[in-house]
């Protein structure tokens, strides 16, 4: 066999292994690389619309190693927006990627291989919550109406750096088009809080109030509301918080029902998750089968099948946590006293707000040996929970855990309080918080029996 026929014969072999690969990783996406800064266990989070209707899941937990080395490789069976720390990403089947990511500095990430250009763009998309545009009130002008123009400014720019972006798919660039729009939209909504408390004055000494902001804002609102009603923008974050002004506008009637549904849905899943009760979940069937979109109402009866499979008067779940010397330890190890676990982090304002009345709540049974108090924080890592705890000078049971060991109790939001009785049973999976006058009461019924 002559050179030219052994070289072409084996190209045809690399390019049918290569296409085979790619078939079979065409449903997947790889991640490898290094993470900064992160805890033992991380999570690559559902950023869509799903993120909080569906039951939580474990298929996308990475462990690095010491180095904070890691490989993930998880189904996609389309593209679809996540979060790993503070970035934001698009990732869609066959991506195969090599990232550094650290989660003080969103900034300064790194992608490489495909799907990279998407993900490098990515890392300048702002934070909803910071008022997006606004950067946390940072771009508040001394007028309302100078705040308006820098942040039509600032959308514009971020236009600009979307349209020289190459290899990206036509649905990835309308997506974040669209995304451009919603942020623009967020950011004007934001006036009303950052405007007042940033206080900025006219050289008169004129301070502006909400209502001069949202004065100044309302009428370019309405004109960039009109025709956005569009259920596909819904798996971005700052669509969803602004889509239930949008549809309050034209649009067409099928994607305002779509998104309307969302809404809906997303109410009902949280209302769903403050009961532990198998019988008033139970109540729940007819509500979800009232939700008109197929896709919502089957995400919720998952939900309710989770939430029904454990609760209320069920065996507790185990788990393990560690203890301010670092040493693991089993909440079963509190078995046969009525145990109280408030679930809190340093990042969450209403649990900080908490912590005097739980340490009241301590000091009221402290000469009672059946009853245990377990601080149990979810912070990503032991250094600010400790000193949290030296600060406050806390005593008694401080615990330290990480959220993904804690999916029979589908903890989504805190604060949160898990209560379970003498003999090891759920007693309340979203007990009353240390504040309210209904704890003392509860607590005092389990002792009984």
Same mark, same amino acid.
């Given at each position: 066999?002559?050179?030219?026929? $052994?070289?072409?014969?084996?190209?045809?072999?690399?390019?049918?292994?290569?296409?085979?690969?790619?078939?079979?990783?065409?449903?997947?996406?790889?991640?490898?690389?290094?993470?900064?800064?992160?805890?033992?266990?991380?999570?690559?989070?559902?950023?869509?619309?799903?993120?909080?209707?569906?039951?939580?899941?474990?298929? $996308?937990?990475?462990?690095?190693?010491?180095?904070?080395?890691?490989?993930?490789?998880?189904?996609?069976?389309?593209?679809?927006?996540?979060?790993?720390?503070?970035?934001?990403?698009?990732?869609?089947?066959?991506?195969?990627?090599?990232?550094? *990511?650290?989660?003080?500095?969103?900034?300064?990430?790194?992608?490489?291989?495909?799907?990279?250009?998407?993900?490098?763009?990515?890392?300048?998309?702002?934070?909803?919550?910071?008022?997006?545009?606004?950067?946390?009130?940072?771009?508040?002008?001394?007028?309302?109406?100078?705040?308006?123009?820098?942040?039509?400014?600032?959308?514009?720019?971020?236009?600009?750096?979307?349209?020289?972006?190459?290899?990206?798919?036509?649905?990835?660039? $309308?997506?974040?088009?669209?995304?451009?729009?919603?942020?623009?939209?967020?950011?004007?909504?934001?006036?009303?809080?950052?405007?007042?408390?940033?206080?900025?004055?006219?050289?008169?000494?004129?301070?502006?109030?909400?209502?001069?902001?949202?004065?100044?804002?309302?009428?370019?609102?309405?004109?960039?509301?009109?025709?956005?009603?569009?259920?596909?923008?819904?798996?971005?974050?700052?669509?969803?918080?602004?889509?239930?002004?949008?549809?309050?506008?034209?649009?067409?009637?099928?994607?305002?029902?779509?998104?309307?549904?969302?809404?809906?849905?997303?109410?009902?899943?949280?209302?769903?998750?403050?009961?532990?009760?198998?019988?008033?979940?139970?109540?729940?069937?007819?509500?979800?089968?009232?939700?008109?979109?197929?896709?919502?109402?089957?995400?919720?009866?998952?939900?309710?099948?989770?939430?029904?499979?454990?609760?209320?008067?069920?065996?507790?779940?185990?788990?393990?946590?560690?203890?301010?010397?670092?040493?693991?330890?089993?909440?079963?190890?509190?078995?046969?006293?009525? *145990?109280?676990?408030?679930?809190?982090?340093?990042?969450?304002?209403?649990?900080?707000?908490?912590?005097?009345?739980?340490?009241?709540?301590?000091?009221?049974?402290?000469?009672?040996?059946?009853?245990?108090?377990?601080?149990?924080?979810?912070?990503?890592?032991?250094?600010?929970?400790?000193?949290?705890?030296?600060?406050?000078?806390?005593?008694? *049971?401080?615990?330290?855990?990480? $959220?993904?060991?804690?999916?029979?109790?589908?903890?989504?939001? *805190?604060?949160?309080?898990?209560?379970?009785?003498?003999?090891?049973?759920?007693?309340?999976?979203?007990?009353?918080?240390?504040?309210?006058?209904?704890?003392?009461?509860?607590?005092?019924?389990?002792?009984?029996?």
């Amino acid at each position: 066999m002559n050179l030219i026929k $052994r070289t072409t014969i084996f190209c045809v072999i690399i390019f049918a292994f290569n296409t085979a690969f790619a078939q079979k990783d065409k449903g997947f996406v790889t991640l490898k690389g290094q993470l900064k800064n992160f805890s033992n266990q991380v999570e690559v989070e559902d950023l869509s619309e799903f993120q909080y209707l569906l039951p939580p899941t474990a298929e $996308r937990i990475i462990v690095p190693d010491a180095n904070g080395n890691f490989s993930i490789r998880f189904k996609a069976s389309s593209p679809n927006y996540y979060r790993l720390g503070r970035n934001s990403m698009y990732l869609s089947p066959g991506d195969n990627l090599e990232v550094f *990511i650290d989660k003080s500095n969103p900034k300064l990430a790194s992608f490489k291989g495909l799907g990279a250009e998407a993900n490098i763009y990515m890392q300048g998309t702002p934070f909803p919550k910071g008022g997006s545009y606004l950067e946390a009130g940072r771009l508040i002008k001394d007028t309302p109406e100078e705040t308006i123009a820098a942040i039509e400014a600032a959308a514009a720019a971020r236009k600009k750096e979307l349209d020289v972006v190459a290899k990206i798919s036509p649905e990835f660039r $309308r997506l974040e088009t669209a995304r451009i729009k919603a942020d623009l939209i967020n950011s004007l909504y934001s006036m009303r809080s950052y405007g007042p408390m940033k206080k900025k004055a006219k050289t008169d000494g004129t301070v502006y109030t909400a209502d001069d902001y949202v004065k100044a804002y309302e009428a370019r609102v309405k004109e960039l509301n009109q025709d956005f009603a569009d259920a596909s923008f819904m798996k971005m974050t700052v669509y969803r918080d602004i889509a239930d002004e949008v549809v309050k506008q034209e649009g067409k009637a099928d994607q305002v029902q779509l998104i309307k549904d969302w809404y809906k849905t997303d109410a009902l899943v949280r209302e769903m998750q403050k009961h532990s009760d198998k019988q008033e979940l139970s109540l729940f069937v007819p509500k979800i089968a009232a939700i008109q979109t197929p896709l919502y109402s089957n995400a919720a009866k998952q939900m309710l099948q989770n939430l029904m499979a454990f609760g209320k008067n069920d065996p507790a779940v185990d788990f393990t946590a560690i203890d301010l010397a670092g040493k693991p330890v089993k909440l079963s190890s509190l078995k046969g006293k009525v *145990i109280y676990v408030d679930l809190w982090a340093t990042w969450c304002g209403p649990c900080m707000q908490e912590m005097p009345y739980f340490e009241k709540l301590k000091e009221k049974y402290k000469n009672n040996p059946n009853v245990a108090f377990v601080s149990l924080s979810i912070d990503d890592g032991p250094e600010v929970w400790k000193k949290s705890v030296k600060d406050r000078n806390a005593a008694g *049971i401080q615990w330290q855990i990480n $959220r993904s060991k804690l999916d029979a109790y589908n903890i989504v939001g *805190i604060p949160r309080v898990l209560l379970f009785d003498k003999t090891f049973k759920v007693a309340d999976m979203n007990a009353p918080a240390p504040s309210e006058a209904a704890t003392i009461k509860l607590i005092d019924e389990l002792l009984q029996i």
